[in-house]
């Protein structure tokens, strides 16, 4: 089993839409969440953390089940720009090593 | 500019050559870790240094070296004992090196994609 795993889509949306991606971790000692943003070819980039009260940016809201062990992120209103690849993120018991899942794909058409 | 930089973008590899990337931040941070990429894949670490002078092996460090002689600076060594080295490596840092909550996200490099001829 991964450590980390997530749905790979892709999800298709049209722009508007709101769209929740899900996944699950293994270790219940992570104590840190993350997700990224990778774009086609280009390095990961932090969109937020995850914290256990929930957390909201602008569009994007993430939410921790420390019970169920899993992590997800809603976005509301996608815009063509969210096209991109999603990374879940789990610390590794400690702080310091993260654990990636594969990425959840993200399509959003006009 | 603060940020983290890696060299080259693109590296080409014949069979039983050594080729190091370099992975240099000005960020301060204590930090820094490598990882490679396959297509279809999650990254997958192989070897992290919490402070300068020391460093740990991932899950895949195997065909790899690495050293950290100055907080700046982590270059990694892909041998010839790496059977399969083709892959996108990614380096990446974090502000904090020793455990402990907060502070260790991690922010990365461009990469760079290896391919081996």
Sequence with gaps: RKEVEQDPGPFNVPEGATVAFNCTYSNSASQSFFWYRQDCRKEPKLLMSVYSSGNEDGRFTAQLNRASQYISLLIRDSKLSDSATYLCVASSGGYNKLIFGAGTRLAVHP | ?117
């Excluded at chain 2, 396959?38 to 300068?52: A, K, N």
Aim: charge should be neutral.
């Design chain 2, 1 to 117: 500019d603060g940020g983290i930089t890696q060299s080259p973008k693109y590296l080409f590899r014949k069979e039983g050559q050594n080729v190091t990337l370099s992975c240099e931040q000005n960020l301060n941070h204590d930090a820094m870790y490598w990882y490679r990429q396959d297509p279809g894949q999650g990254l997958r670490l192989i070897y992290y240094s919490q402070i300068v002078n020391d460093f740990q092996k991932g899950d895949i460090a195997e065909g790899y070296s690495v050293s950290r002689e100055k907080k700046e600076s982590f270059p990694l060594t892909v041998t010839s004992a790496q059977k399969n080295p083709t892959a996108f490596y990614l380096c990446a840092s974090s502000i904090r090196g020793l455990a402990g909550a907060g502070d260790n996200e991690q922010f990365f490099g461009p990469g760079t994609r290896l391919t081996v001829l």
